[in-house]
């Protein structure tokens, strides 16, 4: 990394891959309960061994189909939702997350009212709480409650600053710090919702660690 700094490095990727997965869906993300519930069915598909671009091409698909909150999800037929994720090309996993969408939304129906805030709220502000809450929604694991607090921090700041296991591995890769509050530092006032983001993209793409670094010497 001669002549660079790992500041030029940090504002060439936010330059290259700063951008939040949640924008790259079309979620306009606030902190109300449809796009919340938006999030969550993104942070699932993205959850599983598929490509991040089909993933997202799968919740824009269901959001197309109208399924943009936990009623009109669970209203949805099976086949609804197998056709949706399928025309977003999510077709390795699409029977068994249809149902699991299906379960996850008559969960979020009864026990939230289709309003995450009220996890939220039950959570009282605590990150493990909410992670934990997370997971007792069909198909969302460990990771997927990571991808859901990495791009929530953007809405709900007690989650701030949010950089899972992915996120350092992308900071591993480009020999920036290993802590959040250090990574901030090396930005603009950067929000850590985006930088997490841009760090998980350099964690999953093989060539982006060399992009970068060509960005920051340029």
């Known amino acids: 990394m001669a002549g660079t700094t790992r500041r030029d490095v940090m504002h060439a990727l936010l330059d ?34 598929i490509s ?46 249809a149902r699991q969408l299906g379960d996850g939304a008559r969960l979020a129906q009864q026990r939230y009212g289709g309003d995450l805030r009220e996890l939220r709220e039950e959570a009282d502000g605590d990150v493990d709480a909410m992670r934990t809450a997370l997971q007792e929604f069909p198909g969302v694991g460990p990771a997927g409650a990571d991808i859901f607090l990495r791009e929530a921090q953007a809405v709900w700041p007690e989650a701030a600053p949010y950089f899972d296991g992915k996120a350092m591995q992308g900071a591993r890769a480009l020999d920036l710090p290993a802590k959040p509050g250090a990574l901030l530092e090396l930005t603009d006032d950067a929000e850590p919702a985006v930088v997490a983001a841009a760090l998980v993209r350099v964690a999953l793409d093989k060539k982006a660690p060399e992009a970068v670094r060509e960005a920051a010497h340029a």
């Open 16 to 49: 290259t891959c700063g951008h939040t997965y949640a924008q790259d869906a079309g979620i306009r993300l606030k902190n109300t309960p449809q796009p919340l519930w938006q999030l969550l069915v993104l942070a699932d598909l993205l959850s599983a061994r």
């Open 52 to 97: 991040a671009n089909i993933a997202v091409a799968a919740a824009k698909e269901l959001s197309a189909a109208g399924m943009r909150d936990p009623r009109r999800m669970a209203d949805a037929t099976w086949q609804e939702r197998v056709d949706a994720l399928g025309r977003g090309g999510y077709r390795r996993y699409d029977e068994r997350t």
